[in-house]
């Protein structure tokens, strides 16, 4: 069924299902700054080193939180937990009772949907190997895409 999420509760779909809510943007793959006074959370334009920039997909996911440990692993249990998840991403929109983007690959049948709308990280980012001071790289785009 094309438009499961329509017909489902986040925490009755299957591993398939899950993964395929994932629209390949790579913003959650981006590093963050959390300020400390105000706990606002800025996110930068350095990716993890794992992301490959220019597919947006991780280069090892099966082995992602061995190598990198700090690497999140979305559920329906961790999601309300997680506050740095950009308000584009489907697994955001689901648990609000939102669709999809309208570019959203299971909306739109295309995996390249999301960088052709230029809602990805995709040509925008640089990996953390050499990035430099994060604060040096803080952006508002993963924010600003809607």
């Given amino acids: 069924m094309r438009d499961f999420w329509k017909h489902k509760k986040l925490f009755d779909l299957s591993l398939a299902e899950w993964e395929a809510l994932c629209d390949g943007c790579a913003k959650c793959c981006l ?3 959390e300020d400390a006074d105000t706990g606002e959370i800025h996110y930068t334009d350095v990716a ?6 220019e597919t947006c997909r991780c ?5 992602r939180k061995r190598i990198v440990p700090e690497c ?6 961790t999601l ?12 955001v929109r689901l648990f609000k009772g939102e669709d999809p983007p309208p570019w959203h690959p ?3 049948g295309d995996l390249a949907s999301v960088h052709l709308a230029g809602a990805s990280a995709r040509g925008r980012i640089v990996s953390e190997t050499g ?3 994060l604060e040096d790289h803080i952006v ?7």
């Fill in 31 to 33: 590093e963050k700054l």
């Fill in 48 to 53: 993890c080193r794992l992301l490959d920039l």
């Fill in 59 to 63: 280069k090892n996911y099966k082995n």
């Fill in 72 to 77: 999140v692993t979305m559920s329906p249990e």
């Fill in 80 to 91: 309300p937990k997680i506050r740095w998840m950009p308000p584009t991403c489907a697994y």
């Fill in 106 to 108: 299971l909306v739109t």
């Fill in 131 to 133: 990035a430099g001071d």
């Fill in 140 to 146: 508002t785009w993963p924010e600003d895409d809607l």
